[in-house]
């Protein structure tokens, strides 16, 4: 029987090889206003598509919002703090001396 390590290799090499696979796919594959023109056309790229559809892949990270893809950021977004902001400020207006202190002399 395969121990636990065994069964996590493979099912993390099938999800390397399936993603790159879906990389490859998707490198190669028209945007999507060209695939809709060409898609009569290629019949090549049907079986990549029928690969892929049984997987649902999550919204694209670029397009959601963090607000939209959780409520742990509602919970948890960052404060508008004027204290930090005050010393933030003066942090910066003394940066250059606590770096490099005068001489003392």
């Given at each position: 029987?395969?121990?636990?390590?065994?069964?996590?290799?493979?099912?993390?090499?099938?999800?390397?090889?399936?993603?790159?696979?879906?990389?490859?796919?998707?490198?190669?594959?028209?945007?999507?206003?060209?695939?809709?023109?060409?898609?009569?056309?290629?019949?090549?790229?049907?079986?990549?598509?029928?690969d892929?559809?049984?997987?649902?892949?999550?919204?694209?990270r670029?397009?959601?919002?963090?607000?939209?893809?959780?409520?742990?950021?509602?919970?948890?977004?960052?404060?508008?703090?004027?204290l930090?902001?005050?010393?933030?400020?003066?942090?910066?207006?003394?940066?250059?001396?606590?770096?490099?202190?005068?001489?003392?002399?």
């Amino acid at each position: 029987e395969a121990t636990y390590f065994a069964r996590r290799a493979q099912r993390l090499a099938r999800e390397r090889a399936r993603t790159a696979a879906r990389n490859a796919a998707e490198s190669t594959t028209p945007p999507p206003e060209a695939a809709d023109e060409t898609a009569g056309s290629s019949p090549a790229a049907a079986p990549a598509e029928t690969d892929a559809a049984p997987h649902s892949d999550p919204a694209p990270r670029g397009r959601v919002t963090p607000a939209e893809a959780s409520r742990w950021w509602e919970r948890n977004k960052p404060t508008d703090s004027a204290l930090e902001k005050a010393i933030l400020r003066a942090l910066h207006e003394h940066l250059d001396e606590l770096l490099q202190p005068p001489p003392p002399f």
